[in-house]
């Protein structure tokens, strides 16, 4: 079990950066596969990013060169740094957790939200011309 609680979400202009925080607790977080999805208003959740234990990492081609996901295992902390944001950018973001069931090179796969057994109540970001 691990439980998870997003932090950093807000306001923003287009062009600027936030850097979201999830800390988890429980046991074996250092283990574990971690993602960020985002969920716009009406809209299905989608996958953003994830990194694996050993810090691996993936993005969706839509925050690419944009988005940075990392984690410090020793705070039991990911982090996703946003920067250059843009106006398709506001949704709730959200961390979620899972072991590592799949060979993290299963892009389409860990791209899934049913892929993720743990998930956090969401922050939100909110992006303004």
């Known amino acids: 079990q691990v439980q998870l609680v997003e932090s950093g979400g807000g306001s923003v202009q287009a062009g600027g950066s936030l850097r979201l925080s999830c800390a988890a607790s429980?046991?074996?977080?250092?283990?574990?596969?971690m993602g960020w999805f985002r969920q716009a208003s009406g809209k299905e959740r989608e996958w953003v990013a994830m990194i694996n234990w050993v810090g691996s990492t993936r993005y969706a081609d839509s925050v690419k060169g944009r988005f940075t996901i990392t984690r410090d295992n020793a705070k039991s902390t990911l982090y996703l740094q946003m920067n250059s944001l843009k106006l398709e950018d506001p949704a709730m973001y959200y961390c979620a957790a899972a072991g590592p069931t799949r060979p993290f090179g299963d892009s389409s796969y860990w791209s899934t939200v049913g892929a993720f057994n743990y998930w956090g109540q969401g922050t939100q970001v909110t992006v303004s011309s």
């Open positions: 429980g046991s074996t977080y250092n283990k574990y596969n």
